[in-house]
Every structure is written in structure tokens, then in C-alpha cells.
């Protein structure tokens, strides 16, 4: 859900780095421990950006009625500016946060206990563990997330998922296979774990199943129609889900792969409003 190596790296040099995979490596090395927990519980970490197409996605979850809960192996020190990033990127979409501490249960484990129908991690190792108790996706955003790979086979309970409207399409296929469904009914198509919610659930003990979601929706596309000192053929637009009695946010932080195409320059991009 969030860009974090990312964010701290900015946070500790002052300096964009576009390799994802080089700021992994600073962010999660053994001498930047310290420096790590510090970041966490800064402001830096609640201005985080998201991962693109996390919004979207959790909008979209939200709308079929699904719950997603957040799982953090971040330390037990940075549950409130964790919650605080939560709520400024994914507003009312986030179900309960969760901490996976090295004294806790694991992530897998707590994913368990909600009667979660899958995780999705970035992280291999919490992705092997949860594979055990349940279906899990490794998620490597667009095949570029280095610290995913593997020369071994993946368990069968665990699939590698390039996006978040991936993650959107197995979610509702896992669904829909645990209950008999045909995956058909899904939509077109972190750390996170997806669930029904107890009225979904209900439904699907059933033998007709309602999708989508009582409260009624709508889709709507946001276009571009006037930009100057772009090239003519340049198009833009944002997709989102309107669901009655839901607040709507559009921003930099929100739909994050959509403004970083409208405004690819980081400077004048912090222009635009969050």
C-alpha cells in the first residue's frame, strides 16, 4: 500500500531515487535499523506516497462489499503514524490495523484469525509463512520489485500479482472459488489482507449470490480536456467508484500513477493538492 523505501530514503538523504530496488536496499539494510524506527515514527511516514493503483483498488474492494484490514510488521512505536498514513491515503476503506511484531503473531496468523480469504504482501517471507493457513499474493509492481524474486518454485497457495487491479481480480476469484462461485461474477479487471464483510458472507450461504453490493454505485471517469504545454495527443483520465453515503478523495496521494503521468516533475507536482 505504501511507497516506503521510497519515503525514506527521501527522509534520511533529501535525495529522489527512482530505482525502487535500490531504495529497498538503503531503507531495509541492518546499520539503517535505527534510522528506520526514527522514520516510522516521523511525519515523513504519514506523508508517504501510495503505491499506484492501491487507491483505486480499495475503492473498488470497498464497493463489492469486501473489508480490507492493514497488517504491519512496522514496530509497535509507529501504530499511530501508520494509522495516520491509512487514513490520509486510503480514507474509510481500511477495516482494523494489525501489528505482526516479532512477539505477536505473524501476519499469516492474524489474517487467519479475521477469516480473511487471502494476504497480499511484498515481502516473500510473510507471503511463505501465510501460504501455509491460507491463499496469498506476492505483489511486484509491474515485475520491477527485485526483492521478490526467487529461483525456487512458489507454493501453490501463493500467486505473483504486477498490479493492484491483479489483486482486485483474485480477490474476487478466491472468493468465488471458496464459495463455488464462478469467477465470471468478479469485475472486469498490502501490507494488506482482503475479506467479506459478515452481510457478504451471509449472502454467499445462499444459493443466489448478490454482486455487486446493495448500496447503490456508479462509475465515473474524471478527463482531461485542456492542458497546456503538453503534447496534443496527450489523454487523462481518472476512473473511480462512487458508492452512496462514501466520501469521495481525489489527489496527488490518492491517485498517485494517474497525477505522476498528468505531472511526471516531482516539484511542481507537490503543487497539486494531496
Not at 515514527?41 to 464497493?63: C, D, I, M
Not at 498514513?85 to 505482526?100: E, N, T, W
Not at 511463505?128 to 526483492?147: H, I, K, M, N, T
Not at 464459495?179 to 458472507?201: D, F, H, K, N, W
Request: net charge negative; proline share 6%; aromatic share 8%.
Amino acid at each position: 500500500l505504501c511507497r516506503c523505501a521510497q519515503a525514506f530514503v527521501l527522509w534520511q538523504t533529501g535525495k529522489v531515487l527512482l530505482d525502487v530496488n535500490e531504495c529497498f536496499q538503503i531503507c531495509y539494510a541492518h546499520s539503517n535499523a535505527t534510522a528506520r524506527e526514527q522514520f516510522f515514527n516521523s511525519e515523513a511516514a504519514v506523508n508517504a506516497q501510495a503505491v499506484p493503483g492501491a487507491f483505486e483498488a480499495l475503492q473498488t474492494l470497498r464497493a463489492l462489499n469486501f473489508e480490507v484490514h492493514a497488517i504491519t510488521a512496522r514496530p509497535a512505536s509507529s501504530q499511530s503514524m501508520t494509522y495516520q498514513f491509512l487514513q490520509r491515503c486510503f480514507p474509510h476503506m481500511i477495516g482494523g490495523l494489525h501489528l505482526s511484531t516479532p512477539s505477536s503473531p505473524s501476519k499469516g496468523a492474524i489474517a487467519k484469525s479475521l477469516g480473511a480469504c487471502g494476504l497480499v504482501d511484498d515481502q516473500l517471507p510473510h507471503v511463505l509463512e501465510a501460504s501455509q493457513q491460507l491463499p496469498a499474493v506476492l505483489f511486484d509492481l509491474d515485475g520491477r520489485y527485485g526483492w521478490t524474486k526467487t529461483s525456487d518454485l512458489l507454493p501453490q497457495a501463493v500467486v505473483r500479482k504486477t498490479s493492484w487491479p491483479e489483486v482486485v481480480e483474485w480477490a474476487c476469484a478466491q472468493l468465488h472459488s471458496a464459495r463455488g462461485i464462478p469467477a465470471a461474477l468478479g469485475p472486469s479487471g498490502q501490507t494488506s489482507l482482503v475479506q467479506t464483510s459478515a452481510e457478504t458472507r451471509e449472502k454467499l450461504t445462499g444459493a443466489q449470490v448478490a454482486l455487486p453490493p446493495t448500496s447503490p454505485t456508479v462509475e465515473v471517469s474524471l478527463d482531461c480536456v485542456k492542458a497546456f504545454g503538453l503534447d496534443k495527443d496527450f489523454s487523462f483520465s481518472i476512473n473511480l467508484v462512487l458508492q452512496k453515503g462514501e466520501p469521495l478523495t481525489i489527489g496527488r496521494s490518492h491517485q498517485t500513477d494517474a497525477f505522476e503521468k498528468l505531472v511526471p516533475d516531482d516539484a511542481l507536482r507537490s503543487c497539486v493538492s494531496r
